[in-house]
C-alpha cells in the first residue's frame, strides 16, 4: 500500500505564488510518475501537471508558464510551485502518484492523497 501525504496549501491574494509538496511512502518498488490534478465543488477532477521518472513533463494550458513541476526521486516527493495565482486556480489540489509496488508487473499502484485546499481571493 501507498501512502500519499499533501501540504503547503493556502489563501493567497491573486498574482501571488504557493508551494505544495506531496511524499509518498510505502510500498514503492519503482515509481513512474507523479501529479497534481485539481478539482472543484460539482466538477470532474483535471490535471494540473505531472512529471515520470525520466523528467517527462505535462501541463495542463491553464498553467503552462506559471506553475512549475518538480520532483526528488530519492525522497519520492513532488512538488508544485505555483505563481501568478488567480482566482480561478482556487480548487482542491490532489496528489498522485503510479508506478510499482513489487518487480512483478501487475503489481501495480496508483494512488491518491487527501488534498489540500489552495484559495487564491481577487
Known amino acids: 500500500q501507498v501512502q500519499l501525504v499533501e501540504s503547503g496549501g493556502g489563501l493567497v491574494q491573486a498574482g501571488g505564488s504557493l508551494r505544495i509538496s506531496c511524499v509518498a511512502s510505502?510500498?514503492?518498488?519503482?515509481?513512474?510518475?507523479m501529479g497534481w490534478y485539481r478539482q472543484a465543488p460539482g466538477k470532474q477532477r483535471e490535471l494540473v501537471a505531472t512529471i515520470n521518472a525520466g523528467g517527462g513533463i505535462d501541463y495542463a494550458d491553464s498553467v503552462k508558464g506559471r506553475f512549475t513541476i518538480s520532483r526528488d526521486n530519492a525522497k519520492n516527493t513532488v512538488y508544485l510551485e505555483m505563481n501568478s495565482l488567480k482566482a480561478e486556480d482556487t480548487d482542491v489540489y490532489y496528489c498522485?502518484?503510479?508506478?510499482?509496488?513489487?518487480?512483478?508487473?501487475?503489481?501495480?499502484?496508483?494512488?491518491w492523497g487527501q488534498g489540500t485546499l489552495v484559495t487564491v481571493s481577487s
Open positions: 510505502g510500498n514503492i518498488f519503482r515509481m513512474v510518475a
Open positions: 498522485n502518484a503510479r508506478g510499482y509496488s513489487s518487480h512483478l508487473p501487475s503489481d501495480v499502484f496508483d494512488a
